[in-house]
């Protein structure tokens, strides 16, 4: 895979998890999927179960849901192609358990170094209205804060709109 750190962007129902799994598919490599969701209630354990039976069953299952960092180093390497679904929820379990700075620091200090490729896959949630709320704020705030890093680092950033991938940077030739 000629991209190691992909982030793809989009909104709600964009298309952005399938555009992702494509892409790992396409990859050739060993298929590991992060998620970062949790099962809070029962509309998100039928999300949950919905995207897992769309995706063939050749994929290695992760679950994490504060930890990334540290499960990206673990399971790293340049035979696998792990995508990373979603940084927003990530974010909202990070907020919620008072980690969120040193998880997100982690996070930005080690991406670089992950020998094998990664496809990160967010919400893009920064083109709306300002929330009323304090949280609701600092979610939208540290969620722009989060992907400008990332897609400073990424190798290609893609915003997917519709189900159509828009690129947004590329990768040099």
């Known amino acids: 895979m000629a991209n190691q750190l992909q982030l793809i ?17 396409d990859s050739g490599l060993n298929k590991i999927y992060l998620a970062t969701a949790t099962a809070g209630d029962g509309e998100m354990s039928a999300r949950i179960k919905k995207h897992q039976a769309d995706r063939d069953g050749h994929w290695q299952l992760l679950e994490e849901p504060l930890g990334l960092a540290q499960t990206l180093r673990e399971q790293s ?51 709306g209205i300002v929330p009323m709320g304090e949280l609701t704020r600092q979610f939208v705030d540290e969620a722009g804060f989060l992907h400008q890093r990332l897609a400073a680092v990424c190798d290609r950033v893609t915003m997917v709109i519709a189900g159509l991938a828009q690129e947004l940077k590329v990768p040099a030739q």
């Open 9 to 25: 962007l989009g909104g709600a129902r964009s298309g952005k998890s399938r555009t992702a799994e494509q892409r790992v598919a």
């Open 77 to 127: 390497r340049v035979d696998n192609c792990i995508l990373v679904d979603c940084l927003t929820l990530w974010l909202s379990n990070c907020l919620h358990y008072n980690c969120w700075p040193e998880q997100r620091q982690a996070l930005l200090d080690s991406v670089e170094q992950l020998p094998g490729a990664v496809i990160f896959v967010t919400n893009e949630v920064g083109q």
